[in-house]
């Protein structure tokens, strides 16, 4: 996990990057023009070494990938890039998927140079992806937070397997995976034998999980912590561009 003299020295480099770019004479920069950022945004920013790491114009069966890094032989991500003009869509990132099954690739980074979004690709049939997060480098407010999680896509972090940490956190942490674990077996006898100590009374393993599945269902807010929630209305100063899973957010400050 990165150190806080790391995160801050990552931050200084996203403010740079965004006082050069986020500027309103680049709003309507094409294509082509809004890759010599990205080309920035991989290098200077992010620690990639260019021609070694990263791939431009990589071929994939017969198509074009605007962008492939690489580590250690690893083809680490699929870089899809978008005219700075242009608002980031579905249609943009299945373009990056195929290039990304193709070639066995778990992550996708879309962007237009203003807006980073980082999509993990789900090898199931069918292939599909999950969205890790968004973040608005035009947004100063959001940088220090977007900082946190960006860094995740340095060099220096995927080399220490950071990244692929980060999404096991994230899939464990995710209310779905949660809400299944508490079905499990084990928790269904603990919470047997509390209530065995606390009332004196037996209870079927049937009473247990209706309990437990209205738990699930149903938001109980008598019961729920007090700090988790101070810490869900701060990361709700994040902003709408943050697609994180609020309560993924709240569980990954947590344990931090």
């Given at each position: ?76 991500f699929v870089v899809e890039v ?175």
């Amino acid at each position: 996990m990165a150190t806080q003299t790391q995160l801050s020295e990552f931050h200084k480099k996203l403010k740079i990057y965004s006082k050069q770019y986020m500027r309103k004479q680049y709003n309507d920069l094409d294509e082509s023009a809004t890759r010599l950022m990205i080309n920035s945004l991989l290098t200077t920013v992010l620690g990639y070494k260019e021609l070694e790491e990263i791939k431009t114009e990589y071929r994939i069966r017969g198509e074009y990938a605007d962008y492939v890094v690489q580590l250690n032989r690893k083809k680490q991500f699929v870089v899809e890039v978008k005219a700075i003009q242009l608002d980031l869509s579905e249609k943009h990132l299945r373009q990056s998927v195929s290039y990304a099954a193709n070639e066995g690739i778990d992550w996708i980074i879309l962007t237009n140079g203003k807006t980073v979004e980082l999509y993990r690709v789900i090898f199931a049939k069918p292939i599909s992806t999950k969205k890790i997060f968004s973040f608005d480098l035009t947004d100063e407010k959001q940088l220090k937070v977007s900082a946190e999680f960006l860094y995740y896509l340095t060099k220096k972090s995927v080399l220490k397997d950071e990244l692929d940490n980060f999404y096991a956190r994230f899939e464990a942490l995710e209310p779905s995976m949660l809400a299944t674990n508490l079905y499990a077996v084990e928790n269904i006898r603990f919470l047997k034998r509390v209530l065995k100590h606390k009332t004196g009374l037996s209870f079927s393993d049937e009473d247990i999980l209706k309990s437990v599945h209205q738990i699930v269902t149903t938001k109980i807010e008598s019961v729920c912590p007090k700090a988790p929630l101070m810490l869900f209305k701060k990361t709700k100063k994040i902003g709408k561009d943050v697609v994180i899973t609020e309560e993924v957010v709240q569980q990954s400050i947590l344990t931090k």
